[in-house]
């Protein structure tokens, strides 16, 4: 049973979600890379998500260049191949992306980033393909960050297991 002061934290397979996509989505994904903020959370801070958790609502602020030679600005694949397993997953965080840089290097503005991804992720986080874990004290959770999302809720969620 949940206390009053417990916190959960859900977690998604990307690979599911990239394996969810269809293969027009799946090849497109391949060829795109995701700028990051150089300081995300301090970029983003008092920025709300949407309902379903996977994208900031954007307030229209200016983030500034997109200077990729900020040693601060990382940029990385959309989509991860696992190093073991080497399935393929979607990997990206809506709150920290700039802007999502298409195969002929074009630069996507962030809103229409945002959406894109919440597309590709939304299949991946139906309800029965979530597990949430309301914590308790001496709870222990392994996760493999090549290979699902994780968010902290916020909320109070009883477990329920992947598909």
Not at 18 to 45: G, I, M, R
Request: proline share 6%; hydrophobic share 40%.
């Amino acid at each position: 049973m949940c206390s009053q002061y417990c916190r959960s934290t859900a977690y998604v397979s990307a690979v599911t979600a990239y394996e969810l996509c269809t293969p027009d989505e799946q090849e497109w994904a391949l060829s795109v890379n995701v700028h990051y903020l150089p300081h995300p959370f301090k970029a983003t801070a008092g920025l709300p998500m949407t309902g379903n958790g996977l994208r900031v609502v954007d307030d229209g602020r200016d983030y500034g260049p997109n200077d990729s030679t900020d040693s601060a600005v990382q940029v990385l694949p959309l989509v991860w191949t696992h190093h073991t397993t080497g399935r393929r997953a979607l990997m990206v965080n809506t709150r920290c992306m700039r802007c999502l840089e298409l195969a002929d290097g074009s630069m996507l503005p962030v809103n229409e980033s945002r959406m894109l991804v919440e597309k590709l992720m939304r299949r991946g986080v139906e309800t029965d393909r979530i597990y949430a874990h309301a914590w308790e004290p001496g709870d222990v959770v392994l996760a493999d960050n090549w290979a699902c999302w994780h968010s902290a809720t916020g909320a109070c969620f009883y477990p329920v297991a992947f598909s």
